[in-house]
Nanobody, 120 residues
Framework: QVQLVESGGGLVQPGGSLRLSCAASGIIFSINAMGWYRQAPGKERDLVADITSGGNTNYADSVKGRFTISRDNAKNTVYLQMNSLKPEDTAVYYC??????????????WGKGTLVTVPS
């Protein structure tokens, strides 16, 4: 069993910053990619950013230059530094991790989400 626990969401004014964290715990052999997704009301869940175990990153066009994803492999934790926040960044942010619980078995795990609100 693997758990992902997000923290760091909240209410922030436009132009402000937040830092999200997501820690994975449980039976973990290794973690491949980790990432952040978000889902705004009435919309689908979309990728925000992800990062491989080697540190290669990928960002949605809408957040490039404003958000930075990073990870601490020793702590099985991924971070999302969000700067210059806009009202359109308002969403529930979900952590995702591709976890191997055994050398030959891996699957995706999701956190329960953390709400980020940027009022207009």
């Amino acid at each position: 069993q693997v758990q992902l626990v997000e923290s760091g969401g909240g209410l922030v004014q436009p132009g402000g910053s937040l830092r999200l964290s997501c820690a994975a715990s449980g039976i973990i052999f290794s973690i491949n990619a980790m990432g952040w997704y978000r889902q705004a009301p009435g919309k689908e869940r979309d990728l925000v950013a992800d990062i491989t175990s080697g540190g290669n990153t990928n960002y949605a066009d809408s957040v490039k230059g404003r958000f930075t994803i990073s990870r601490d492999n020793a702590k099985n934790t991924v971070y999302l530094q969000m700067n210059s926040l806009k009202p359109e960044d308002t969403a529930v942010y979900y952590c995702n991790a591709q976890v191997r619980t055994m050398p030959a078995y891996g699957t995706d795990y999701w956190g329960k989400g953390t709400l980020v609100t940027v009022p207009s």
